[in-house]
């Protein structure tokens, strides 16, 4: 039976869970088993450390980590004092992270020793980050999350946590090439919790799997936050390879619900079975009972493959940061349409319209526009680009879409240029702006290209400077030292001039 904890915001709704499922595992990660108890204790001592540091109602904490139990902990420590929470990519490089902190007026940043170097680089044009937390060492100028934790003594006050406070901020890219903080409050995400929950009928029983990177809102609404309100456990995997271990995680954690995005399950269905499983194994993943989709497209010969080779169901799903995240799934029970991302989740409502505004009806192609408790209160700081999305409540989503007879929706294009690199959003005029800073470079566009294994990739088209020269790679060591790897093209074409308008702007679709 569902039982689901949620109370008025996240911090009640895990002390709920911590109080029910005391000595429940809530995670496993690599040998340890950490319980309900110890989660909730372990973040605890760090709230009252973030208190003696100053932490303080509305300031915001970043955290700059890869999967591990520490950065939950330091998640509800955060909110638990109502400070805001402000994950952030763990693969992004010195200047985007300086941007993030900056903007974000972070006064504190937890993480780990191997990413130092790119904090201490970050923080020179982030005048309000004061503290660093490593949950693994100490170093100069550092605070070490476990001595923190043990020695504070927990001083439980009785707050009030208003449920449309901000809970957490989470940078989306921007079409302008700086990444915009959408501010997601405990409202926001209670009311995705609770209508996730109802979609795909989720109970303590329940054993998930984290193999997203948990800074993505879609892996930690849907891997973290979902399952830690019903009680359910939760292996958190440090990094999606080898894939061999995230296999034996499915198999040794009895995982029954698997969240993942169309590369890992294209991966799957195309694994040749003899060299990593024996038939023993395969009925050894028998407790999985459903895969999701999200993030990114799952095309239909992936869903089928899938879906043939194991006999799970795999449900696509969609949604986006500034939805806290989800937006609609293909139910489990009833009809499930390859093709389209499913039915709105409870609580939201959806519709197309034209560039008017004007409601399209079924059938008709249109921008997708988005209702619901689950959508952002705004933009962190940007006034201007939050009225420009958020219209008479509903959330402009920038993707083109249509919705059918019997309600479920299908996403046809997107109205923005993004490139979806395995489920992480990648604008092509971020990387435009680096490529234009190159001394020998006049001109630079850059477009999606489709890709087996990550969905989309980038390619860029150059125009050189008269009489330069430069090659392919010198133009993507040159980007390794400005952008996240997953930012980077995975080609490089030179071109003389590009195809434009009248006005000058560069026709990218005649760019492949």
């Known amino acids: 039976m569902r039982s689901f904890q949620t109370g008025t915001n996240l911090v009640r709704m895990f002390e709920k869970s911590a109080e029910r499922f005391s000595d429940k595992t809530a995670l496993f990660f690599s040998d340890k088993k950490i319980s309900y108890k110890d989660l909730y204790h372990m973040s605890q001592g760090l709230s009252q450390g973030l208190r003696n540091l100053g932490i303080k109602k509305g300031d915001k904490v970043a955290i700059f980590l890869h999967n591990t139990p520490e950065f939950a902990a330091s998640y509800f420590a955060i909110i638990s004092i109502e400070a805001v929470c402000v994950p952030v990519n763990n693969m992004l490089k010195e200047t985007e992270l300086g941007f993030i902190l900056k903007d974000s007026e972070a006064r504190l940043i937890i993480s780990s020793i191997a990413y130092l170097d790119i904090i201490n680089s970050a923080k020179i044009g982030a005048p309000d980050l004061k503290y660093t937390i490593i949950i693994d060492g100490l170093a100069l100028d550092t605070f070490n999350f476990y001595e923190m934790v043990e020695r504070s003594v927990v001083k439980k006050e009785d707050i009030f946590i208003d449920p449309d406070e ?61 399952p830690l309100s019903v009680g359910a456990s939760i292996a958190v995997v ?14 040794k954690k009895k995982i029954t619900v698997f969240v993942g995005i169309p590369s ?12 990593v499983f024996t038939s023993r194994a395969l009925k050894l993943i028998d407790p999985l009972r459903l895969c999701i989709s999200g993030a990114a497209a799952l095309p239909v010969e992936v869903l089928k493959a899938f879906e043939d080779k194991f006999r799970v169901p795999l449900l696509e799903g969609y949604g986006l940061t500034e939805a806290s995240p989800v937006v609609s799934f293909n139910p489990m029970h009833g009809v499930r349409k390859p093709g389209s991302v499913g039915l709105p989740v409870e609580g939201v409502k959806v519709k197309v319209v034209d560039d008017k505004s004007q409601d399209l009806g079924c059938d008709k192609i249109g921008e997708l526009l988005v209702k619901g408790d689950n959508v952002m209160k705004g933009y962190f700081n940007r006034e201007t680009e939050t009225r420009e999305v958020i219209k008479d409540n509903w959330l402009y989503t920038g993707d083109i879409a249509k919705i059918d007879e019997d309600g479920y929706i299908y996403i046809l ?17 971020e990387i435009e702006n680096v490529l234009m800073k190159h001394p020998k470079i006049k001109e630079a566009a850059v477009v999606g290209m489709p890709d087996k294994f990550k969905g989309e990739v980038p390619k860029a088209f150059i125009v050189l400077k008269e009489n330069e020269a430069l090659t392919g790679l010198e133009v993507i060591k040159y980007l390794r030292k400005n952008l996240a790897l997953f930012k ?23 760019l492949r």
């Open 413 to 429: 294009d997107r109205k923005k240029d993004m490139i979806n690199v395995r489920g992480l959003n990648v604008y092509p005029v």
């Open 488 to 510: 980077i093209p995975k080609f490089v074409e030179f071109t003389k001039a590009f195809p434009k308008t009248a006005t000058g702007k560069v026709l990218k679709r005649q």
């Open 166 to 226: 901000t809970a957490s901020i989470l940078y989306t890219s921007g079409t302008t090439g700086n990444p915009k903080g959408a501010m997601l409050t405990h409202r926001n995400f209670i009311s995705n919790i609770k209508s996730c929950v109802s979609s795909i009928n989720v109970s303590e029983k329940d054993n998930f799997i984290c193999v997203l990177p948990m800074f993505h809102s879609f892996a930690f609404t849907v891997c973290i936050l979902m």
């Open 264 to 275: 890992i399950f294209n991966v799957l269905a195309h694994m040749e079975i003899p060299h």
């Open 238 to 251: 440090e990094h999606l390879r080898p894939f061999r271990r995230v296999v034996r995680n499915v198999i």
